[in-house]
């Protein structure tokens, strides 16, 4: 099982999006998934259990060692696999950094992909996740609030020895035909100051919210949403992949 944590200290870059659709596409695609919703605000949780009232398995419930992950896994109509999230994360900033890797080992071999969500911030839940990634994706927009943010999780990274997986994936991404564009001079400056980038990025279109307001499949007649979208799934995962629709 190869394990993509999204994660970033700045809010509102796609993080909770991006993290749902790379899940939908590999599923497409024949792959046995599982999601993990680390995030209190529950935003993965609300958008594969749209009615989760009575659910009572919970990432918070693995955190807490109240009882195995296997558990607290929920199979969602499409077929992809979920931890939930809860309001009862908020008690579980402070736990080992170590437990969610632990348990992960336990179904290692049952998944292909498993893909966590997690919160806009840098607690030990976080800590849980990028410590059992493989991959580790911070999306970001081209403002200044960003670029630094970046700059700071860069030197998280460095200093848990996790550089190698971290990856910065470009969301919204404008259009720009020269130098002296705004977003020519963030594509610039991000260049310059790491090495991590990855070559696909998403474009700023209004059709991933369509998608997630409608349930609207993303089809090949979308043509540059979907391929963007299939070149980065390829480019994550390091293998071709290959779906009509998601």
Known sequence: MITITFSAIKGGVG???IAILLANILNKSG???????????NSMSFYYLPDSRDITASLANILNNFSDIKENIVTTDIGIDLIPSSLDLINCRNVDTDILSKQLKKINKIYDYCIID??????????????SADKIISPVQFSNFDYKSSLFYKNLMCELGLESKWH????????FRTGTS??????????????????????DTSLIKHYFDTGANITKSKVKIYD??????SEIVENKVEVGAF
Request: charged residues 15%; contains cysteine; aromatic residues 8%.
């Open 15 to 17: 993080k909770s999006s």
């Open 31 to 41: 792959l046995k998934v599982l999601c993990i919703d680390a995030d209190p605000q």
């Open 118 to 131: 997690t919160a806009p911030t840098f607690d030990n839940i976080v800590h849980n996740c990028i410590l």
């Open 168 to 175: 910065i994936l470009i969301n919204k991404c404008k259009t």
């Open 182 to 203: 705004i977003t020519a001079q963030f594509f610039d400056i991000y260049n310059s100051s790491f090495s991590n980038i990855l070559k696909n990025r998403i474009p």
């Open 228 to 233: 963007a979208l299939i070149d980065l799934t």
